[in-house]
């Protein structure tokens, strides 16, 4: 079994899902695109996901507002609104009778091409966009076990060249960082930045815990995650310390916890790195706690929706 912090609970109801493309529904095994889509050809387009908790997309203008970063920074023009585009995932959602705990998952490709090319200017169509709702919950069992990372000799990038920052189609390096630390036996990978410093993960952001102090990264090589913003949001708001540094792996193997955050599984604690236990090697009490505020900032945005 993949183990991993995108482990969710078995639901039958995914079978029959039903899957947006442009505007029109279709069931699962019938939702497909064109082999001429910029996104299968050449990883061109940016995406988003967002998480249905008792009938509202938390967190939603973060997550809308970073779509549309991504797509002003490819040179890529959106022909909807971000309001038009809530219409469209909520109608999604009615369709398949969708209420909680539900991940949305929107991909805008730059459109369909003329013939395999990466030249945006053989583009004949206007972008693509897929919205693929699922029921996924996060399997409680895999949180409380943890998972282990391996440090990977892929770094992430700098920004001049594939700024870390962009949520785009082209995940081939992250792909190849997961590889080496599936291979190595680990679940997931870290990333070192192009300094040598802790960035991320390959699909979350790493955090870790001394002396009753959070640590991550500058965020200036690492994923722009919205959880991830959350979680310094909330440490802000109770007093925790929190450092945004520089920090190596001397540093990391000595922590007394460590977790990574993504806007699935929220938090999801650490217990070995390149196979050093990581403090007791548990789901640690402030990891517990920091979980517990954000589940708590999650709860109030949706009073606050209602």
Same mark, same amino acid.
């Given at each position: 079994?993949?183990?991993?912090?995108?482990?969710a609970?078995?639901?039958?109801?995914?079978?029959t /899902?039903?899957?947006?493309?442009?505007?029109?529904l279709? %069931?699962?095994?019938?939702?497909k /695109?064109?082999?001429?889509d910029?996104?299968?050809?050449?990883?061109?387009?940016?995406?988003?996901a967002?998480r249905?908790?008792?009938? @509202?997309?938390?967190?939603?203008?973060?997550?809308?507002?970073? !779509?549309?970063?991504a797509?002003a920074?490819?040179?890529?023009?959106?022909p909807?609104?971000?309001? +038009?585009?809530?219409?469209?995932?909520?109608?999604? !959602?009615?369709? $398949?009778?969708m209420?909680?705990? #539900?991940h949305?998952?929107i991909?805008? =490709?730059?459109?369909?091409?003329?013939?395999?090319?990466q030249?945006p200017?053989?583009?004949?169509s206007?972008?693509?966009?897929? /919205?693929i709702?699922?029921?996924?919950?996060?399997?409680?069992?895999?949180k +409380?076990?943890?998972?282990t990372?391996?440090?990977?000799? /892929?770094?992430?990038g700098?920004?001049?060249?594939?700024?870390?920052?962009? $949520?785009?189609?082209?995940k081939?390096h992250?792909?190849?960082?997961?590889? *080496?630390?599936?291979?190595a036996?680990?679940?997931?990978?870290l990333?070192?930045?192009?300094?040598g410093? #802790?960035? =991320?993960?390959n699909?979350?952001?790493?955090?870790?815990i001394?002396? %009753?102090?959070?640590? =991550?990264?500058?965020?200036?090589?690492?994923?722009?995650?919205?959880?991830?913003?959350?979680?310094?949001e909330?440490?802000k708001?109770? $007093?925790?310390?929190?450092? *945004?540094?520089?920090?190596s792996?001397?540093?990391?193997?000595?922590?007394?916890?460590?977790?990574?955050?993504?806007?699935f599984?929220?938090?999801?604690?650490?217990?070995? @790195?390149d196979g050093?236990?990581?403090?007791?090697?548990?789901?640690? +009490?402030?990891?517990?706690?920091?979980?517990?505020?954000?589940e708590?900032?999650?709860?109030?945005?949706?009073?606050? *929706?209602k």
């Amino acid at each position: 079994m993949v183990h991993g912090t995108h482990n969710a609970l078995n639901d039958s109801r995914n079978a029959t /899902i039903k899957i947006s493309i442009n505007g029109k529904l279709f %069931n699962r095994e019938d939702a497909k /695109i064109s082999v001429f889509d910029s996104g299968y050809l050449v990883g061109d387009g940016v995406w988003e996901a967002l998480r249905l908790h008792d009938g @509202i997309l938390v967190f939603l203008d973060d997550h809308f507002n970073r !779509l549309w970063q991504a797509a002003a920074t490819i040179g890529m023009q959106l022909p909807f609104s971000k309001s +038009e585009l809530e219409i469209s995932v909520h109608k999604v !959602l009615e369709a $398949n009778n969708m209420t909680t705990d #539900v991940h949305v998952r929107i991909m805008v =490709t730059r459109g369909i091409k003329k013939t395999p090319s990466q030249d945006p200017r053989l583009t004949i169509s206007g972008p693509n966009v897929v /919205i693929i709702p699922e029921h996924k919950k996060a399997s409680k069992e895999s949180k +409380e076990k943890g998972i282990t990372l391996f440090t990977s000799t /892929i770094r992430r990038g700098s920004p001049d060249y594939l700024d870390p920052k962009l $949520n785009c189609h082209s995940k081939l390096h992250e792909v190849q960082a997961l590889v *080496q630390a599936i291979e190595a036996g680990a679940d997931e990978a870290l990333m070192l930045d192009v300094n040598g410093f #802790v960035s =991320t993960c390959n699909a979350t952001n790493f955090f870790m815990i001394r002396d %009753n102090e959070v640590w =991550t990264s500058t965020g200036q090589y690492c994923m722009n995650g919205i959880t991830r913003a959350k979680v310094i949001e909330v440490c802000k708001q109770n $007093n925790i310390v929190c450092h *945004q540094k520089n920090f190596s792996l001397y540093d990391v193997y000595g922590a007394d916890e460590a977790f990574v955050t993504g806007t699935f599984g929220g938090l999801t604690p650490v217990t070995k @790195i390149d196979g050093r236990v990581i403090g007791k090697g548990n789901y640690g +009490e402030i990891t517990r706690h920091l979980s517990a505020l954000y589940e708590q900032l999650i709860h109030s945005e949706i009073e606050k *929706q209602k």
